[in-house]
């Protein structure tokens, strides 16, 4: 009689191939491609549990084929809700009806027009404008600075066509509807004289009460200085000053929000103006002046000039001083930043802020420049999340102004550079699809755009495509935290917890923004998480090894992935949404079961069916080989103590009798723990080793035990009543 273990050998040393061969029968074969055709149709619990084939197929692959007759105690396993501590599945003790729930997905996905992870890419895009919007500012401006003392004329400022487009970008007058001859008119006035040509543009404009720019003309006119022939009447087209009054206009007209390169402009302008300063007028008389110390001391923006003038003008050797009673100690601090006397100038032999003071103005405008705009933009961006939460299609989006104001800043469109007909076309895109309209137009800012958000064809949002779905995401991470900390006890514990559930919600948070393989390839920290979550050690996995998994076509039997002789690689795979080009596909979604799941599931239906066959044969075989594929996934002694095959295998490799189950629960851990170190179960050799003591013992077992043995294994019930299941599934309390 051949031993136990030659037996049990046989079928392990190659398992892949044994596993190949049971695939192979025709019966085997039929049943797995039933249930990969049909499985993706069925759309409820009540088709699942109607379809015996299918039913039964998933129960027997995760172990509970004793259970099939019990379809309503199923159905409420299936309908639980896993992320409730509390929900039916999760109070069952046995861990196999909690696993079996996992695979299946019976509650539709939420739909949601944007994701919190594309919603945060849009903000991001958003910010990453507002910088690119500065560097254009400064590139510009420094443009503009390197070339404006090169003019000679009126004509050959205006013939200049990227400076003078600055100049009128900065005074707010469009090219397009003015002739050049009109511009140089405009340069070449005499501003004296009311009879010259812009004089009489604004004289016409105020007798006719209409609006022919004739402002934004006059303040150019007033930014030049050039003889009515169009000659240079200085030694350059622009005075200092009025350079700088071009620079600030166009600074105004383009800047949506205070950068840094507004606090570079504006601490150098105010120091440069401050030591001039003589008398608190020229401050509230100069709008730059003023705004520069409201912004730097956090006074309100419509304070007025007197009132500042109160404030600063405060006697502060008086304790009834103006800005002391009416502004207490922080309009007190204001006044001592100036040396102003009660008559509004400044004090004798004093300037108008000494070094210190400056310096604290300066420090305090940079704490505080920017606080109106952030306020702003954060209230902006306040009511962008809460409007989509809203939003449930395509027109819904674009008929809300502010949204499409931040998404058009954010992707870099201009209004009405699209009309609202194509940007549905674009948002309504099948990016999957190389022939989609967003993707044949080639412009990536629409194809980015789409790409935000989940609208089906018709315009309707949709759940997400994600690189894993919301079951795999957090089966993943719970995964990883258990696989971190499994055996670890006290303080080591404590903190391999807390650093599992920290890289457990970096992984849970960043996968959601994962669009395709390379990306995530990119993160090795992501990659890591899913290593460990699969059972693998990622110090022994190389970013080369990675990339051919997952270039791999899971369709493909030849490929690399399905060559690798432990199919978790091809589970791995398969639980991303890629398709052989490492890009999201919702091909690979499913309906109530992703192919990840589905792939899992047909492989544990293979070792069920391989291991139930050698049973046939040697229920000791049987034993080993189920023991060898959970062993590695327990946490402690109660996790065998509670799976009565694994427990069997215990028992006899230990050669404890059969009472060894009637002593106490406590005692029998106690047992395991003193004899099987259950960290050595991850160890392939190590679990070679305890069967080859398991196999021996159990050759010497009586010749009643291959029926025990087998009874065990087959879990059955002995015809279980539907009115006792709640008692068998004992619930945890």
Do not use: C
């Not at 919301?470 to 670890?488: C, P, S, W």
């Not at 948070?509 to 992501?526: F, M, N, Q, V």
């Amino acid at each position: 009689m051949v031993s136990t273990y030659l037996s049990y050998d046989l079928v392990a040393r190659d398992i892949k191939a044994s596993l190949d061969r049971t695939a192979s029968d025709a019966q085997v074969a039929r049943e797995a491609a039933y249930y990969e055709e049909n499985i993706g149709k069925v759309t409820s619990v009540e088709e699942f549990l109607d379809d015996y084939r299918l039913y039964s197929y998933a129960m027997k692959a995760y172990g509970l084929e004793d259970m099939t007759y019990a379809t309503a105690f199923m159905k409420k396993v299936l309908e639980s809700d896993l992320t409730d501590e509390d929900s039916y599945a999760n109070k069952l003790t046995d861990d196999r009806y909690r696993n079996f729930a996992t695979a299946f997905q019976f509650t539709a996905a939420t739909k949601d027009a944007q994701s919190d992870a594309q919603e945060t890419a849009v903000f991001d895009l958003y910010a990453l404008a507002q910088l690119e919007e500065t560097a254009d500012i400064k590139e510009a401006t420094d443009y503009y600075e390197s070339v404006i003392d090169n003019i000679s004329s009126a004509e050959g400022l205006v013939g200049t066509n990227k400076l003078f487009g600055y100049i009128l970008d900065a005074y707010g007058i469009d090219r397009t509807y003015y002739t050049d001859e009109h511009f140089i008119k405009v340069l070449t006035s005499d501003l004296d004289d009311e009879n010259s040509y812009v004089n009489q543009l604004v004289a016409t404009d105020e007798a006719s009460d209409n609006d022919y720019n004739s402002a934004a003309f006059l303040a150019l006119a007033q930014a030049f200085s050039f003889n009515t022939d169009g000659s240079l009447s200085g030694d350059s087209a622009q005075t200092d000053a009025q350079k700088e009054a071009t620079v600030s206009a166009y600074v105004a007209a383009n800047a949506t929000y205070a950068s840094e390169y507004t606090l570079e402009r504006e601490q150098a302008y105010f120091e440069s103006k401050i030591t001039t300063i003589t008398t608190v007028d020229e401050i509230t008389g100069d709008e730059r002046l003023f705004e520069y110390v409201k912004a730097a001391f956090q006074l309100d923006s419509g304070l007025l000039k007197s009132e500042f003038y109160n404030i600063v003008t405060s006697d502060l050797d008086d304790e009834n001083n103006y800005a002391a009673i009416n502004g207490g100690s922080a309009w007190t601090s204001i006044a001592a930043m100036f040396n102003f006397g009660e008559d509004g100038n400044v004090k004798d032999g004093l300037p108008a802020q000494d070094e210190d003071q400056l310096a604290t103005t300066q420090s305090a405008y940079e704490n505080h420049y920017d606080d109106a705009d952030t306020e702003d933009l954060q209230t902006l961006l306040d009511y962008y999340s809460d409007a989509m939460a809203d939003i449930t299609s395509v027109d819904d989006l674009l008929d809300d102004s502010s949204i499409r104001a931040i998404l058009f800043k954010a992707f870099g469109i201009e209004e009405g550079e699209y009309t609202d007909a194509q940007l549905k076309k674009a948002l309504t895109s099948d990016l999957t699809d190389s022939k989609s309209y967003a993707n044949k137009t080639r412009d990536e800012r629409l194809i980015n755009l789409a790409s935000a958000f989940n609208f089906n064809s018709d315009g309707e949002s949709e759940a997400p495509l994600l690189a894993q779905n919301e079951i795999t995401i957090t089966t993943m991470a719970k995964a990883y935290i258990i696989n971190q900390i499994r055996y670890l006890e006290d303080t080591e514990l404590e903190t391999a917890q807390a650093d599992a559930e920290a890289e457990a919600e970096y992984y849970q948070e960043t996968i959601l923004g994962i669009t395709s393989a390379s990306e995530l390839l990119a993160d090795r920290r992501l990659v890591d998480v899913v290593l460990v979550a699969k059972g693998f050690d990622p110090e022994e996995v190389t970013d080369d090894f990675l990339k051919q998994i997952f270039q791999s076509d899971l369709s493909d039997e030849k490929s690399f992935v399905n060559q690798q002789e432990d199919e978790s690689w091809a589970e791995l795979l398969s639980s991303f949404n890629f398709d052989s080009d490492g890009l999201l596909t919702r091909d690979a979604v499913g309906t109530v079961q992703q192919r990840g799941a589905v792939l899992e599931t047909q492989n544990l239906y293979l070792h069920q069916i391989l291991e139930e066959d050698q049973g046939n044969s040697n229920a000791g075989v049987r034993l080993a080989l189920y023991f060898e594929r959970v062993a590695p996934t327990l946490t402690d002694a109660y996790d065998l103590l509670g799976d009565d095959a694994l427990l069997e295998t215990f028992r006899v490799a230990f050669g404890f009798t059969e009472d060894f189950s009637n002593m106490d629960i406590d005692m029998q851990a106690a047992l395991v723990d003193k004899n099987l170190n259950l960290s050595d179960m991850q160890d392939p050799e190590k679990v070679k080793k305890f069967l080859q003591r398991f196999t021996a013992m159990y050759d010497t077992e009586n010749a009643d035990y291959s029926s025990s043995a087998l009874s065990i294994l087959s879990g059955s019930t002995g015809g279980i009543s539907a009115d006792l299941l709640l008692s068998i599934a004992t619930l945890k309390s």
